[in-house]
């Protein structure tokens, strides 16, 4: 079983809907974080948490929310998709001080 | 700000060696990271090294890192069809959070 698990896997809606993407890991790291990747931008931090219902803004946050309700847990959030967050997102999780990243397989989003 | 920046494309004969290149702009980066994505997967760690180190070797994967100039380089001996994918490297910025800068990603093609 992966360790950091996202669903889903592919998702197409339209403008205007509200769309959660969930991630949850088996690694019992505290930090995780939610990025974004378009082609040849390499990978953008949305949101990032070090611990339960601890939120901290990436660089491009407009337009997204997250929850970590759960230390296993990390959803985002896209209120009112528009067509210009059609992306593949990442989910990671780290353990503490400089350990690598540990990434899930992507959910690649659509938006019409 | 902090940026990362590769070169976006790669193009090698199999049994050659591949070399991918990164410059950084933050001097008081800690880790610095090669990442591995191939189609439809998430990022898989390959190696990482620490700031006050020259090289460090693992396996086929030999890193050497120039602080002088911020260059980290990654060569891949013999490569193989298996190594083709998008390379990407990643700086830790700040020891206390574990945040990472991506760079665009270094697709590698490698012809029979």
């Known amino acids: 079983d992966a360790d950091v698990t996202q669903t889903p896997r592919n998702r197409i809606t339209k403008t205007g809907k509200r769309i959660m993407l969930e991630c949850s890991q088996t690694?019992?790291?505290?930090?995780m974080y939610w990025y974004r990747q378009d082609p040849g931008l390499g990978l953008r931090l949305i949101y990032y948490?070090?611990?339960?219902?601890?939120?901290n803004k990436g660089e491009i946050s407009d337009g997204y929310s997250v929850s970590r309700q759960a230390q296993a847990k990390f959803s985002l959030s896209l209120e009112s998709a528009i067509p210009n967050q059609t992306a593949l997102y990442f989910c990671?999780?780290?353990?503490?001080?400089?350990?690598?990243?540990?990434f899930g397989d992507g959910t690649r989003l659509s938006i019409l | 700000g902090e940026d990362v920046e590769q070169s976006l494309f790669l193009s090698v004969r199999e049994g050659d060696s591949s070399v991918i290149n990164c410059t950084y702009t933050d001097s008081s980066s800690t880790y610095l990271y090669w990442y591995k994505q191939e189609p439809g997967a998430g990022l898989q760690l390959l190696t990482y090294i620490f700031s006050n180190m020259d090289m460090k070797q693992d396996q086929r994967l030999t890193v050497l890192l120039n602080k002088k100039d911020k260059h980290l380089s990654l060569r891949i001996a013999d490569t193989q069809t298996g190594d083709s994918a998008i390379y990407f490297c990643a700086e830790s910025i700040e020891s206390n959070t574990g945040k990472l800068i991506f760079g665009q990603g270094t697709t590698l093609q490698v012809k029979p």
């Open positions: 990671a999780t780290q353990g503490a001080g400089n350990q690598p990243q540990h």
């Open positions: 948490s070090f611990d339960v219902k601890d939120i």
């Open positions: 690694k019992g790291h505290d930090r």
